[in-house]
């Protein structure tokens, strides 16, 4: 199937819109494995592990309308095309389920709960001849509207660098999303939009 590489806004729609719905049992929420990081902001706590988290919005996302219209780069046509543009994230939900160690004894369970509001990311996907078109999704900082909540660990003066952790640990969790399994679920749709024959 030819691609009409004039109408870079309609493939992008299609990409963002139709075939994603597949992936989303996946995506969304996406399930994070359990991990641990080093607490270096205040002695008193140890490394904080973990246990279940999970990332929820991912397939809700939308092409920016206004200001910024996607675009087609076709110089090099046959042999190499291009499609660039940004979306945006209404809201992405980050649940955090950890276990912390205060005074090298006392373990505390701490939930988070982080909402990050209008997350931007560009998105360029690569044609070549006899491949599969390639997406990747990178993000800048766009990370600054946003909300937590905490179950189990007060938030005061004492505890704000600790917040703070938690925040930037969510923050890492949704690039790597995006980044990663969205841009993997995109290259995906991206071929199943070009090639429909081959994936049914």
């Not at 369970?109 to 078109?133: C, G, M, Q, S, Y």
């Amino acid at each position: 199937q030819q691609l009409a590489f004039w109408d870079a806004n309609s493939y992008v729609d299609q990409i963002i819109l139709m075939p994603l719905g597949a992936h989303r049992t996946r995506l969304d929420p996406l399930q994070v494995a359990p991990f641990a990081l080093h607490n270096s902001h205040d002695k008193r706590y140890g490394p904080v592990r973990f246990q279940v988290s999970n990332v929820a919005g991912l397939s809700r996302l939308a092409r920016m309308q206004r200001g910024d219209q996607c675009t087609s780069a076709t110089e090099d046509f046959p042999d190499s095309a291009s499609v660039t543009c940004h979306v945006r994230f209404e809201a992405i939900k980050v649940h955090l389920d950890s276990l912390l160690t205060r005074d090298g004894e006392e373990v505390m369970e701490v939930k988070a709960n982080v909402t990050f509001k209008d997350v931007l990311a560009r998105l360029d996907v690569r044609f070549v001849p006899w491949h599969d078109p390639v997406a990747n999704l990178t993000v800048g900082n766009t990370f600054s509207n946003l909300r937590s909540t905490f179950d189990g660990l007060s938030e005061t003066a004492q505890t704000q660098k600790l917040i703070w952790g938690y925040e930037k640990a969510a923050k890492d969790l949704v690039a790597q999303a995006i980044t990663a399994d969205l841009s993997e679920a995109l290259t995906k749709a991206a071929s199943e939009v070009v090639f429909p024959c081959c994936h049914r």
